[in-house]
């Protein structure tokens, strides 16, 4: 009897699948109709680890199965390449960036060759290559030509540690994303997309997506931040000027007793101006610069502020209104100005108290209105409204809404990225570079110290280039692209990345977007996913396509852990993938990733599993090869079965009914792989009987190897050509299930004596009404339940149920 050599046989399908270009697909075939299956492309760190073999995993059952449900299955794979990593190594260990990466990418594509995945790697796209960004740089060009790109000066987020700007998606509790260091401000010219010309969009059209999981669509609607308030204006005392606020509460407006302003505000320093207020604000600004991002934004900040010399007056009460800085206003977000309400809101409740400002409760604990003039009494919703329509009627406000969602900061001081295509020239200002000069090539005469601007200033010949408007000497753009421009738009470069002409076939991305599904991990539910969709949009706009939304089914999969925790290298509680692999082979690893937890769920590791997964896969591999010699010589008729050959088949049935809905229907792929291992516990002891059926064996033994395959590809593969069929089993179609044969022989009647269950009686599955009693009659149990009773009337449901009803 044969043994079960993964080695041998995982080597031997990757290298048939590879000759004769088993995945293949092309994307202008219209024969089948189209399913386009994705996983999240991975940063190349040059090794593959457990979350990446879950990821991939996944994709691959989803793609292997769509694929033999009848479709066009696109499955690509490419590399997320810009980025610090390369960067950092090249300063430490002097490889070049794009060395160092291409090098990984080669490591990572074999160690991606061992788990047996179903890529078709002519799709490949590498973001950092100059085949891609070239597109990458279109796309900028094309968005600055719509104003959805422009550049301004601000206080942008700084990691001092990785020298760069951050997106505040990228800052994580006031930390670096990337590093963990904290995040400082400072001001910078900087380049923006302008997310928020489709706030509205992203936040409504997420409730389109129901391939999605809620938690994601929240996390993305909570960040968008819609709020509903009004713009209120304060005309300033003595000046030709009014200062606008947004505020949630305008019901609140009798209790504003003075106004607070974001010191970074461009309008803190006009009030200032010319007066000695300026270096008040100065040197508040210099404390706030010393001030980290957690530390603003943290709600038991202690409150501090600065009286600026000027009053507002309250549109309402007539009344003045000092104006201060204060710490806890932010100049990014409404106006970057707030009327102060210190019975009302917490933050100007302890900033009143702190300073000694007047506190005036407008509302009381009814939710009526006081000390509020003609609104006394009126309920504070009410008066929500009513305010609104007086301040509107006088021209001094206006009902609105707000979105904490910001404009996307995508300068980055770094090399490893994407440089933006424009030209700054002393007579034209900024220049796009021509869309012929395409792509703008990094150069590589620079030098990584790893400090300061952009690596990209040390290199002359990039940075002194002509004006392509008036050809005087002028400077190149220094700075890069954040690289989550790069993975914002790579799912529409897989369709058509050969495309030399153009960016891609509209037409091409028209049909194949949506992906159909998309699978990664939950820490991209906010950053990648909403520039995705942004983009998506953004293209849809300017004619690129005709699709909206990028990703119609979304699975977000779990972590896997060690022992409860997270795997990390300062834990050293890794578990290396080509470690298992070599220990076990790649079915078993992605038996076992599959089989442990549901794949939204958090995995816990344990090798035991993995060992039961093994043992599992080589009991497989033992009765189909035992049993691969009937199988060969069997004609699938199915003749003067027995009761046991018909509970067989109904196993084999049901068993594929089962997987099919579970792969169809859900991600049941823990379930699915549950009820193999039941199908093979029952074939194990099927064919012990004296009077086998070869045609159930036969059905039973091909339906296992079929529902393997997607799971276990190369044994998939293997039993398949044991079993004498030819070809790979994934070209064959994903058989339909035998309705007739999962119906049982049997089944089971309950009886009752006046309503009451006695017992339940396995009868023929074709009994009529009279032997239904007959046989309820003759039994022990309602013999015993009935005796010296008068039975009044004997009522059968047919295949159900028997009531006796007695005196
Ligand atoms: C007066 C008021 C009274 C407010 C009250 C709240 C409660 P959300 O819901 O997050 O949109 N605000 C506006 N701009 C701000 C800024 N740049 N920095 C800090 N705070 C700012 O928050 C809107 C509320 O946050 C606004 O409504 C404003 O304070 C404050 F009883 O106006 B409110
Ligand atoms: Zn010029």
Known sequence: MGVYNFREIEKKWQDHWKQVGQYKMDTKDNSKPKYYCLEMFPYPSGKIHMGHVRNYSIGDVIARFKKMEGYNVLHPMGWDSFGLPAENAAIKNGVHPHKWTMSNIEDMKEQFALLGLSYDWDKEVATSTPEYYKWTQKIFLKLLENDLAY??????????????????????????????????????????????????????????????????????????????????????????????????????????????????????????????????????????????????????????????????????????????????????????????????????????????????????????????????????NQAFDSIIEKLEKDGKGKKTTNYRLRDWLLSRQRYWGCPIPVVYCDDCGIVPVDESELPVLLPTDVEFTGKGESPLLTSDTFMNHKCPKCGKPARREADTMDTFVDSSWYYMRYVDNKNNEDIFDSNLVDRWLPVDQYIGGVEHAILHLLYSRWLTKAMNKMGMTKHKEPFRNLLTQGMVLMDGAKMSKSKGNIVSPLEIIDKYGADTARLFILFAAPPERDLDWNEQGVEGCFKFINRVYRIVDELAEISKNTELKFENLTKEDKAMRSKTNLTLKKVTEDLSQKFGFNTAIAALMELINDLYKYKENENINKAVIKEAVETVVIILAPFAPHLGEELWSMIGKEGSVFDIKWPEYNEDATKSDEIEIVVQVNGKLKNKIVMPADVNQEQMKEIAFADKKIIDSISYKDIVKVIAIPKKLVNIVVK
């Open 151 to 380: 550049k301004k000066k601000s206080y942008v987020n700084w990691c001092p540690n990785c020298e760069t700007v951050l997106a505040n998606e990228q800052v994580v509790q006031g930390e670096c994303e990337r590093c963990g260091t904290e995040v400082i401000k400072k001001e910078l010219e900087q380049w923006y997309f302008r997310t928020t010309a489709f706030s509205e969009e992203l936040l409504e059209e997420i409730d389109t997506l129901t391939g999605w999981p809620e938690k994601v669509k929240l996390m993305q609607k909570n960040w968008i931040g819609k709020s509903h308030g009004a713009h209120v204006d304060f005309k300033v005392k003595d000046m030709d000027k009014d200062i606008r606020v947004y505020t949630t509460r305008p019901d609140t407006i009798f209790g504003s007793t003075f106004m607070v302003v974001a010191p970074e505000a461009q309008l803190a320093r006009e009030l200032v101006n010319g007066t000695e207020y300026e270096e008040i604000l100065d040197e508040f600004l210099g404390k706030m610069h010393k001030m980290t991002q957690i530390e603003r934004e943290a709600s038991d900040l202690e409150k501090d502020g600065k009286f600026i010399g000027k009053y507002v007056i309250n549109p309402l009460t007539g009344k003045e209104m000092p104006i201060w800085i204060a710490n806890y206003v932010l100049a990014d977000y409404g106006t970057g100005a707030v009327m102060g309400v210190a019975a009302h809101d917490e933050r100007d409740g302890d900033f009143a108290r702190k300073f000694g400002l007047e506190i005036i409760p407008v509302i009381d604990e009814d939710d009526k209105m006081i000390n509020s003039g003609e609104f006394d009494g009126m309920d504070k």
